[in-house]
């Protein structure tokens, strides 16, 4: 994209962000009555010692950020999505300081920080559904950010703080490892690191009478099928809406799947020349979509984390925009048939994952001609430096 260099376009662009998030505030969504505010007005009864009794499938570290909301204010919707626009905030500015790194003169990071707070997905997601995903997503951006600025020990850290808000951040582990082993250090290290850091998280409910065996066991059964439905996909544009729900015969090649994936991605990180940053960026989307495609029992937000690195990617290389315009096509015809009442496994996702499979081939392509460009490139340092 031309972006004009006035910085006026981006004022707009988030002038039309509040607005979008002060109409959108009062909107109430199934999720919010059946769940959200059921947790809410139970940490407010409780207390955080409630936390203990698992009335919530989320980790303590965001049910202890409700808890510390609902003292500010007697208002569940504001607690809720009040968190929510914060963490988008901090998501646009892990988006300006990203492309910063590529695009260091001019606004064009202000244009993405903006632009950013106004992608579909991104609005919806925080703004109108009050749900968590911008919170792993903002914590990848940051963990990626570091990555590029070659601090893996901190890129780590941020990892692990993400997963112990959410399970799902564990789709940005495969792609900090490739790094790692690429780099040829803290492959070590940095795991260590982001364990340490997720217990840290997870830690004060002991101040509570929380057990080191419960909070490992919680994680654990984070994997079960969720509120007990044993489904392979729950409205999501991925590889097992083509497949019956037979659940017990297929979940287990589903996760042999990832787990291929997984170790496919590190290889490669061994065996490849040094990333350049903009590989880096590659591998990371890439990671964060094939994931959520092979794995079993996934939702369409858990694509968020890709979403916003597709994003990002669309400011610094050249032809990759429609990545992300596909995704936010995908993702968010994924919630309008949701929410038109349509069953977790229907036809129509099995047709908009063919959007994601188009997305996948062309960020492979778009690696292998840019690995070759960086070979020519060396190639031709050498021979001047030769001659």
């Known amino acids: 994209m031309k972006l004009n260099e006035k910085l006026y376009f981006p004022v707009i662009f988030f002038t039309i962000a509040v607005a979008c998030r002060i109409c959108l505030f009062p909107v109430v969504f199934p999720d919010y009555t059946q769940f959200y505010d059921p947790w809410m007005t139970y940490l407010r009864v409780f207390g955080p010692e409630s936390i203990l009794q698992e009335f919530s499938p989320y980790n303590s570290p965001y049910l202890l950020l409700l808890w510390l909301g609902s003292l500010l204010t007697p208002s569940n919707m504001l607690v809720i999505k009040g968190f929510a626009v914060l963490f988008d905030l901090l998501l646009a500015l892990g988006v300006l300081k990203t492309v910063e790194i590529f695009k260091p003169i001019g606004n064009t990071p202000y ?9 579909p997905t991104v609005v919806i997601n925080s703004a109108a559904w009050g749900q968590n995903d911008n919170i792993i ?3 990848a951006v940051w963990s990626i950010y570091f990555c590029l600025k070659d601090r893996n020990h901190l890129s780590w850290i941020i990892f692990g703080i993400s997963f112990a ?3 799902q951040a564990i789709f940005l582990a495969p792609f900090l490892l490739a790094v790692a082993v690429n780099r040829r250090k803290g492959f070590v290290t940095g795991p260590l690191l982001a364990v340490a850091s ?3 998280l997870l830690s004060p409910t002991l101040l509570v009478g929380d057990t080191p065996g419960r909070i490992i066991g919680f994680l654990i059964h984070g994997t079960d099928p969720m509120l007990g439905v044993k489904n392979l996909a729950w409205w999501v544009a991925n590889l097992w809406q083509w497949f019956p729900n037979n659940f017990d015969q297929l979940r287990l090649i589903g996760v042999a799947l ?3 994936a997984a170790v496919a991605l590190v290889v490669y990180g061994f065996k490849a020349s040094k990333f350049s940053r903009e590989t880096i960026l590659i591998l990371a989307a890439f990671c964060l979509i094939i994931l959520p495609f092979v794995l079993p029992q996934m939702q369409g937000r858990y694509y968020y984390q890709g979403e916003i690195v597709l994003f990002v990617l669309a400011f610094i290389l050249p032809g990759s925009a429609w990545f992300a315009f596909i995704m936010q ?3 968010m015809s994924t919630f309008y048939i949701a929410f038109a009442g349509a069953d977790s496994h229907h036809w129509a996702f099995a047709v908009l994952s063919l959007g994601v499979v188009l997305v996948l081939i062309g960020l492979f392509r778009a690696n292998v001609l840019l690995r070759k460009q960086e070979t020519v490139r060396e190639v031709i340092v050498r021979e001047a430096a030769a001659n």
């Not at 244009?111 to 992608?119: D, E, Q, W």
């Open 198 to 200: 997720c217990l840290v």
């Open 165 to 167: 808000v959410k399970m």
């Open 329 to 331: 096509v995908v993702t």
């Open 258 to 260: 990832g787990f291929f």
């Open 137 to 139: 997503g903002a914590l």
């Open 111 to 119: 244009y993405a920080a903006t632009v950013a707070l106004i992608l």
